[in-house]
Every structure is written in C-alpha cells, then in structure tokens.
C-alpha cells in the first residue's frame, strides 16, 4: 500500500463500494421490501465495511509512509 | 445542503398525506411521524454522500490522497455510517408494516382477507376495528421483547431465503402451533377478559396454553386453495 498509484487505486475502490452502498440503502429508504432490506444487511453492509478496512489501510500505509507510526 | 430541504419536505408532506387517507384529521401541527423523518434524513444523508464522494474521486484524480484525508474520511467513513444507521432504523421499522409483508405474492390471500371488510376472520377482525393500529401481521406473528424482535427477524430472514429460492409448499401453513401468549399479550390483563363469564372457568387454561385461544376463535385467516406459483 505504499506505492502511491496502487494507494490511489485502493482509495477509488473504496469509493465505488461506498457508491454501491449508498444506491441500496436509497432503495431501502425509497421503496423498502423485506428482500431489498436482506440486501441491504447481507450485501451492502459488508461492502461498506469492506470500503472502511481499505480507507483506514490505506490512512495507515500514509501514516507509516510519513513516519508518523 | 439548501437543495435538499425540499427533497426532504416532499417526503415528508407526502408522508403526513398517506396518513390522513382515510379521512380521520391529522393533530394539529402534524409534523409527520419519527420514521418519516428518519426516511427524509436518511434520503438526505445518501444524496450528500454520493454528492461528497462524486467531488472526492474528481479531486483524488487531480490533487492525488495526499491532501484529500480528510475529505476521504468524511465521504467513505462518517457520512455513509450515517446512511447505514438511518436505513438500518427505516429498514427494521417498515419492514414490519402489512404492506411489507404483502410484498411476497405467497401472501396475497391473507393480506386481500385481511383488509376485506366483510371478512369475518379474527384477522380480519383486528384490521378492521384497529384492535391494532399498525404493523398487524408483525404484532400478531411476533413474540414481545427484544428475544422476540430477534427471533422474528430471523424467521423473517428464512422467509425470505425460502420465497427468493422457491423452497416453500403452498398452501402456506404456520410453523408452529399459534402460542396463547401472544393473544395473551394484549387480552389477557383486559378486564373485559378477566371478568368475562365465559372465559373465567377456562382462563388457567387458557393462560397456561393449554387450550388454544383458536379453538374457539378460529380460523384467523382464511383457507387456502392449493394455488399454482406466479
């Protein structure tokens, strides 16, 4: 992670698992069904949680990179 | 943040609209209901996030991470937490409602009877009179507390493991045998109940599950017909 267009790379992931989240928890939140909101628990949540381990992976790496850690 | 005030208003009046539908008037100073907010904040919260990390990726491109931390913690780590924590809170809530329920085409039947006037199906019957005022299904098939929330939930999930996958029979039948307690719930500290001369000789019965409160106060939905699946 410390090169930084892989980094770079990592961080647009992040995003587009965000972006992703943020369209199932719109449907949810629009026209809620018992199977978009199974989605939204077992699919969305796990993707965002997926964004969040590359941010703070990411947040690290800058960190080690900057020799604050 | 200006342009979605008015997003967030339209749901909300929209809201507040559905619930006067039926005619009855609305308190005055109706400012809708805590669910309806939390739906208007949590649209809210999604159009910013998508706003915020739609100038994120443009600025990574140019500026690289460097100088974009903070807008990278605001756009993938805060904003969307609040996203999650208000569509988890609308989710839980509307899926509760009878519509939700109704959702799955298995349920139509019971749904159609349910909101039938001149049913006569203890289902019926409570839909009808507002012996319970929302989220009908869901109380009934529901224990109380939090255990029950969780174990309701859960048979939620398996209903929908079992419609999305086609594994279920028709007609559809209850799991288990419908337990008194949840009949018990609301009748059983009701004076009207207690001091009924009818039910007086039978209530440690009653209250011990012994003798289903459907025995006599059945059937509370209507038969099925062995339906071909849509």
């Not at chain 2, 609301?186 to 599950?209: A, D, W, Y």
């Amino acid at each position: 992670m410390n090169d930084p267009p892989r980094r770079l790379r990592i961080l647009r992931t992040a995003i587009v698992l965000t972006l992703v989240f943020n369209v199932i928890a719109l449907l949810v939140l629009v026209r809620v069904t018992p199977v978009i909101f199974t989605v939204f628990m077992f699919l969305a949540q796990p993707l965002f949680g997926a964004a969040l381990i590359l941010l703070f992976g990411a947040v690290l790496a800058e960190l080690r990179a900057r020799q604050i850690l | 943040m200006t342009p979605l005030l008015p997003l967030a208003g339209t749901l909300l009046v929209s809201g507040a609209a559905a619930a006067g539908e039926s005619g009855v008037p609305l308190p005055q100073g109706w400012i809708g209901t805590t669910s309806q907010w939390i739906q208007a904040f949590g649209v809210a919260f999604v159009v910013l996030n998508v706003i915020l990390l739609c100038l994120t990726w443009r600025r990574l491109r140019s500026d690289g991470p460097s100088s974009m931390w903070g807008w990278l913690l605001v756009a993938v780590g805060l904003v969307p937490i609040m996203v999650g924590f208000m569509t988890f809170a609308h989710g839980l809530e509307s899926t509760t409602t009878v519509s939700a329920c109704g959702s799955c085409h298995v349920m139509t039947p019971f749904v159609r009877d349910l909101q039938d006037v001149k049913s006569d199906t203890l289902a019926a019957t409570h839909f009808k009179n507002r012996f319970i005022r929302e989220s009908q299904c869901y109380t009934c098939h529901s224990d109380y507390g939090l255990g029950g929330t969780l174990k309701a939930k859960l048979a939620g999930l398996g209903h929908v493991w079992r419609y999305t996958t086609g594994l279920y029979d028709l007609p559809i039948k209850i799991a288990q045998p419908y337990p008194n307690f949840r009949c018990l719930g609301c009748h059983g500290e009701s004076q009207r109940f207690l001091n009924s001369v009818t039910m007086k000789p039978i209530l440690p019965e009653l209250m011990s599950g012994q003798t289903p409160c459907l025995t006599c106060h059945g059937p509370a939905h209507p038969a099925q017909k062995k339906e071909a699946r849509l």
